[in-house]
């Protein structure tokens, strides 16, 4: 069995997953797994509030292999006018880059990282054993005002992904010093 070798992915770009994979040579695709109004409840309202969203679940594809699951969460009101083929066919970044209903344009995001195990119905859709290493990302993106637009959670099979971030010293600090120290008993 030949083990592929682990997608890259910078943590310190604002980009979308299928530019990170153009970036290093791959042709991303995806299909949409569904797609439907839901109430804002749990963690959907806290980030985006109260009110009806759409929800869309998605497989990507890193050259016609599974590479994640993502669900997007977004106001319906921002979603009105996009077809099936439009979510399966654009990133929600170009979607609403494009969107009069979008009143300011998507500047930034958080997102945060946690290993789990994968879920039976996530290991049948990215095609790994189940129980398998995942990485589960929360990203949350915000336009020029700093109010929440998208709510994002992707889950990636832990030995197809990696990620990575360029790490610089904070401002006023040495490059010499360090936040982590080993200390020896």
């Known amino acids: 069995m030949v083990r592929p070798q682990p997608v890259p992915q910078?943590?310190?770009?604002?980009?979308?997953?299928?530019?990170?994979l153009e970036n290093v040579g791959m042709e991303p695709t995806r299909k949409v797994l569904s797609s439907r109004r839901v109430v804002?409840?749990?963690?959907?309202?806290?980030?985006?509030?109260?009110?009806e969203l759409l929800e869309v679940e998605r497989l990507n594809l890193a050259d016609g292999v599974p590479f994640a699951r993502v669900t997007v969460w977004l106001s319906i009101e921002?979603?009105?006018?996009?077809?099936?083929?439009?979510?399966?066919?654009?990133s929600f970044y170009e979607l609403l880059s494009n969107s009069p209903s979008l009143l300011r344009p998507l500047t930034s995001a958080v997102q945060t990282i946690a290993a789990s195990l994968m879920?039976?119905?996530d290991a049948e859709i990215l095609q790994v054993p189940p129980r398998s290493a995942a990485l589960r990302?929360?990203?949350?993106?915000?336009?020029?005002?700093g109010h929440p637009v998208l709510l994002s959670e992707f889950?990636?099979?832990?030995?197809?992904?990696e990620f990575v971030s360029a790490l610089v010293p904070a401002a006023g600090a040495s490059?010499?010093?360090?936040?982590l120290r080993l200390i020896k008993r």
């Open 119 to 121: 879920s039976d119905s």
């Open 137 to 145: 990302c929360e990203r949350i993106t915000f336009d020029t005002m």
């Open 155 to 161: 889950v990636f099979p832990g030995p197809k992904t």
């Open 40 to 51: 804002a409840s749990g963690r959907q309202e806290e980030v985006l509030g109260s009110g």
């Open 78 to 90: 921002l979603a009105k006018d996009f077809s099936l083929s439009d979510l399966e066919d654009k």
């Open 175 to 179: 490059t010499s010093t360090s936040a």
């Open 10 to 20: 910078s943590l310190g770009a604002f980009i979308t997953l299928e530019e990170q």
